[in-house]
T-cell receptor
Framework: QQQVKQSPQSLIVQKGGISIINCAYENTAFDYFPWYQQFPGKGPALLIAIRPDVSEKKEGRFTISFNKSAKQFSLHIMDSQPGDSATYFCAAAERDQFYFGTGTSLTVIP | KAGVTQTPRYLIKTRGQQVTLSCSPISGHRSVSWYQQTPGQGLQFLFEYFSETQRNKGNFPGRFSGRQFSNSRSEMNVSTLELGDSALYLC????????????FGQGTRLTVV
């Protein structure tokens, strides 16, 4: 059973556009929600993270929106660049155990 | 500061064999977690070690085991390999527990033939 559901599976965006990736969870005990970025041949790298007491967090072009009542959170990449082309994973953590989404392959077209 | 180091990077094994993978965490990090990454399944949690003790365990068969040494280095062992064990195995280390920033290694690509 997938604890964190991620969509879409793949995404193609024009350069300069907004990329949006969504995740949903059921377990209300989750208390940490990070997003990871993975390039081919590399391990995932933490991009941005949020805790449930905050509804939004922004770091540069990357923003997490968090809706606690809907049990959903999303990653927005503003002004998407070809260098953002990668696989993105959302995750949720409870008592030091992480659950990852299945990943979204993002392609930004120049 | 050196990152998380996983060895070897690539492995080819035959069904029925066993394999041991190694992970050296970032200096000072005492928590090490292991994940299996396959296309379509994403990252599946295997187990987490902290101060040489397994604190959390995912839903994998007993053929998958691990341990952590006093220097925080960790090993993962898979016995009686199956074709379905072919995957990228990633380890991640963090300073305290996993509810803080976790740093991943580049992974070990295991192919079972």
């Amino acid at each position: 059973q997938q604890q964190v559901k991620q969509s879409p599976q793949s995404l193609i965006v024009q350069k300069g556009g907004i990329s949006i990736i969504n995740c949903a969870y059921e377990n209300t005990a989750f208390d940490y929600f990070p997003w990871y970025q993975q390039f081919p041949g590399k391990g995932p790298a933490l991009l941005i993270a949020i805790r449930p007491d905050v509804s939004e967090k922004k770091e540069g072009r990357f923003t997490i929106s968090f809706n606690k009542s809907a049990k959903q959170f999303s990653l927005h990449i503003m002004d998407s660049q070809p260098g953002d082309s990668a696989t993105y994973f959302c995750a949720a953590a409870e008592r030091d155990q992480f659950y990852f989404g299945t990943g979204t392959s993002l392609t930004v077209i120049p | 500061k050196a990152g998380v180091t996983q060895t070897p990077r690539y492995l080819i094994k035959t069904r029925g064999q066993q394999v041991t993978l190694s992970c050296s965490p970032i200096s000072g990090h005492r928590s090490v977690s292991w994940y299996q990454q396959t296309p379509g399944q994403g990252l599946q949690f295997l187990f987490e070690y902290f101060s040489e003790t397994q604190r959390n365990k995912g839903n994998f068969p007993g053929r998958f085991s691990g341990r952590q040494f006093s220097n925080s280095r960790s090993e993962m062992n898979v016995s009686t390999l199956e074709l379905g064990d072919s995957a990228l195995y990633l380890c991640a280390s963090s300073f305290v527990g996993m509810n803080t920033e976790a740093f991943f290694g580049q992974g070990t690509r295991l192919t079972v033939v």
